[in-house]
């Protein structure tokens, strides 16, 4: 069935990168991992590295599988929005295109969920 608004409806999301203090929003998905049902939600510093992020947010978001203390840093396999995606270790986040709400999907080779229970 057709819907017809009445009115000219606009709306401003409250979730701008203007409204995080020069922070962003990075969503991060272990992939099998359905411990976590949806990607983590993490406010970082756009200046920050993705090391430094993967030790101060990542690690202990990951930290109640039982998994997480397995993870080799240098082993993952990284996919930024969707695409093949291999991160500097020094530069910033925004400097490689990871911008406010962007997706990081994470893929530890080896590692494949509770009991292997990989989808």
Known sequence: ??????????????????????????????????????????????????????GSHIQPATAPHPESAKIDYEKIKWELNGEPFTPSQTETLVSQGIDHKSMLRMTTPGLNGLYNASF
Do not use: R
């Open 1 to 54: 069935m057709a819907v017809k608004a009445i009115s000219d409806y606009t709306a401003v999301p409250n979730d701008l990168v203007e409204n995080f203090n020069g922070m962003q929003l990075l969503y991060v998905h272990w992939v099998n991992h359905n411990m976590f049902c949806a990607p983590f939600t993490l406010l970082v510093s756009p200046d920050a590295t993705l090391p430094e992020v993967f």
